[in-house]
């Protein structure tokens, strides 16, 4: 059963109100509408967002996404420009991964066997490319596009690879942010992508395969794989990182059609079966700053965790390709609104702010369903407006 939204925040409206301009007035209600039950509702269908607005069909939701003309492209470069207008953004990396959505109906369009990287075996649904940026402070999701098997691929969404949709969010990214440093798995390795970051300027860390040949000090050419069953402990150094042990072994390696990198095989500690191994071309930085670089890469992982399990980036239900692309820019749009929306006044008595996707979205559905005079005035007795918060939006993390 849905729960009734009783008002939309005042600072959502705010920041939700940066997009007008590219919709008309009833397109617009939409769009708000469903950015905001994104964030607050249970489920997250086109029936469930439209029964907390208590809507008598959710046809004009509907239609709002399989037939209205808006371009999720125009949202996205809205949205980045909103990103740049509160916050100072620095140097940063750029991080590319696809993840795999689950998806049941047959009828989906464009919808096929996908490798997911989870269960490591094909399965219905659908490839998601993601980038994401980081500066180390500030952190968001860039773009999002839909890879195709060539057998569903079409005039209007012509076949790309997957190194293809990832170089073009790549110079997508440099026309808008301040990139210096690319980061991506094994599944995008490639000589050529290599040398396209290169030509654009950039360092990269590149998760390479274990079937690589590298040569080390112009020795004959072996396998990483060979190379790795060569080591011991003894050829790992300890590295003490945000209270996690990591273990590192790097050298310097040549490949055929790179040339001159850094080989860097890593693990956690209690994790020993997890091996990372990653080539790059920062020859000059320290272990510990290249281990707290491979660090940065969990961060898109976050994004699709948060996207998934608070914000429906699996749950849609539309058989229409073109409404599921907006469905994910409305996606990325609710997630950009919650990191806007961290620093809240009501919260600043108690030194706090909104530290993770899921307590904002807790928190602004508490006030869409009580009414912010609701929550002011149980702020007044701080005992009570601790036990509130505990129980409905801190549930997870530190009590406050």
């Excluded at 649904?125 to 500030?138: A, E, H, K, P, R």
């Excluded at 050829?235 to 390696?253: C, N, Q, S, T």
Aim: hydrophobic content about 40%; glycine content about 6%; aromatic content about 12%.
């Amino acid at each position: 059963m849905s729960l009734p939204i009783k008002e939309i925040p005042s600072r959502f409206k705010a920041l939700l109100s940066y997009y007008k301009k590219c919709f008309t007035r009833p397109q617009y209600k939409n769009f708000r509408d469903f950015v905001l039950g994104i964030i607050v509702s249970d489920n997250k269908t086109i029936q469930e967002i439209n029964d907390c607005f208590g809507r008598v069909n959710q046809s004009s939701l509907n239609r709002f996404l399989t037939l209205s003309d808006w371009k999720p492209t125009k949202i996205n470069n809205r949205r980045l420009s909103l990103i740049k207008s509160h916050n100072r953004i620095k140097r940063g990396i750029f991080i590319c991964d696809p993840t795999f959505l689950k998806k049941f109906g047959k009828s989906m369009e464009h919808a096929n066997y996908h490798y997911n990287g989870m269960t490591k075996k094909e399965e219905w649904g659908y490839l998601l490319v993601n980038s994401f940026f980081t500066d180390g402070n500030m952190g968001f999701p860039i773009c999002a596009d839909f890879y195709l098997r060539k057998e569903d691929a079409d005039e209007n969404n012509p076949f790309k690879t997957l190194r293809e949709i990832c170089l073009e969010q790549l110079d997508y990214s440099l026309k808008k942010l301040p990139i210096w440093l690319f980061i991506a798995d094994a599944g995008l390795y490639a000589d050529f992508l290599i040398q396209d970051i290169r030509s654009r300027g950039l360092k990269y860390i590149l998760g390479t395969r274990v079937t690589n040949n590298i040569s080390i000090a112009h020795k004959k050419r072996i396998s990483i794989e060979k190379y790795l069953g060569m080591l011991t402990d003894l050829d790992f150094k300890r590295h003490i990182i945000d209270g996690e042990i990591y273990y590192l072994h790097a050298i310097e390696v040549s490949e055929r059609n790179v040339g001159r990198e850094k080989l860097l095989i890593s693990y956690k500690e209690g994790d020993e079966e997890e091996v990372r191994i990653n080539v790059t071309n920062l020859m000059h930085h320290s272990d510990r700053s290249l281990l707290c670089l491979l660090k940065e890469r969990w961060k898109i992982e976050v994004w699709h965790r948060d996207g998934k399990q608070h914000l429906g980036l699996e749950d849609y239900q539309i058989r229409k390709f073109g409404a599921m692309q907006k469905v994910v820019c409305a996606i990325l749009v609710a997630y950009t609104m919650l990191i806007l929306m961290r620093k809240d006044d009501l919260l600043k008595p108690l030194k706090r702010f909104l530290q993770t996707i899921g307590e904002g979205c807790r928190y602004i559905r508490l006030i869409a369903l009580q009414g912010i005079r609701w929550l002011r005035k149980k702020s007044e007795d701080m005992y009570k407006f601790k036990k509130i918060l505990n129980e409905q939006v801190f549930v997870k993390n530190a009590k406050v």
